[in-house]
């Protein structure tokens, strides 16, 4: 189950990534034929159910894009299910707390990390991939740990003023900034030039960077991507797909019509 997205960070590629609103297998495998390292089904903000977050997930199985998934809340149900089906990074919203982040940890963690509940599901093949020996539990564990990321999203006033103990948190893979909510949360909406807003951004880089963690930006335009990489992102999540299926759609209308 090796997590392609994981190794790429690793050895300091640029990662970039939408999220996916619109659902459906033939979106995810679609994605495998387009240039991004990862995809995020957001089921937060999505109408996805878990059934059709398993099937986009064996249908980019094809290709070499990552799937992560944006919870909708931090349940042990929503985490525990979610890495069944076989996503490799889990984003999760509405952080507010460090013990929110710890119980995190111990639901998509197995030991000695965390509680996560065995189970070996499709993330495994049901117990029957070529890398899975039954007979030694906690390398499996171990493997799964490894490769399947905790990614908390830093996007409260709350969170922020914790966040050095959030990445300090063993089991803690990374951050994803969520920039809309942080703006609100800080005053000041849909302002990312105030020095507030600027001063967050700079503390949560500097948080991940001392902790040796991985941390993921957003953004609608290609062109901020380059500021985020040079800040020290390790991975952009660049619009979605619906998102970018109006703004396409919208151009070659317009080009057709002349």
């Known amino acids: 189950m090796k997590n392609l997205l994981r190794e ?3 050895r300091g590629e640029k990662c970039v990534g939408p999220f996916i609103w619109m659902g459906g297998a033939s979106v995810a495998e679609a994605m495998t034929f387009t240039n991004a390292d990862f995809m995020i089904l957001d089921t937060e903000h999505g109408v996805f159910d878990i059934e059709s977050v398993q099937s986009m997930i064996r249908a980019a199985q ?8 944006r919870i ?6 929503s985490v525990l299910k979610m890495l069944d089906v076989g996503a490799q990074a ?3 919203p509405d952080v507010r707390s460090v013990e929110e982040v710890r119980q995190l940890v111990r639901y998509g963690k197995y030991f000695p990390v965390g509680e996560r509940g065995v189970a070996f599901a499709g993330q495994c093949g049901y117990g029957y991939a070529d890398w899975v020996d039954k007979g030694d539990l906690q390398g ?3 493997i799964c740990n490894r490769e399947t990321l905790i990614i908390p999203q830093c996007e409260t006033k709350e969170c922020l003023e914790v966040i050095e103990e959030v990445v300090g948190i063993d089991g803690v893979d990374g951050i994803f900034i969520g920039p809309y909510d942080l703006s609100v949360g ?3 909406p849909g302002k990312f030039d105030t020095p507030e807003f600027r001063a967050a951004m700079s503390r949560i880089y500097k948080a991940c960077k001392d902790a040796g963690k991985f941390l993921f930006a957003f953004t609608f335009d290609p062109a901020d991507c380059k500021k985020f990489f040079d800040m020290g992102a390790t991975a952009v999540c660049l619009s979605s797909d619906v998102d970018t299926f109006i703004n396409s759609m919208k151009k070659m209308i317009e080009e057709a019509k002349g």
């Not at 909708?72 to 149900?77: A, G, L, Q």
């Open 186 to 188: 800080l005053g000041a």
């Open 62 to 69: 094809k290709g070499e894009v990552t799937c992560c998934a």
């Open 8 to 10: 790429k960070m690793l």
């Open 90 to 92: 889990l984003i999760i």
């Open 72 to 77: 909708k809340d931090c349940s042990r149900p």
């Open 140 to 142: 499996f564990f171990d």
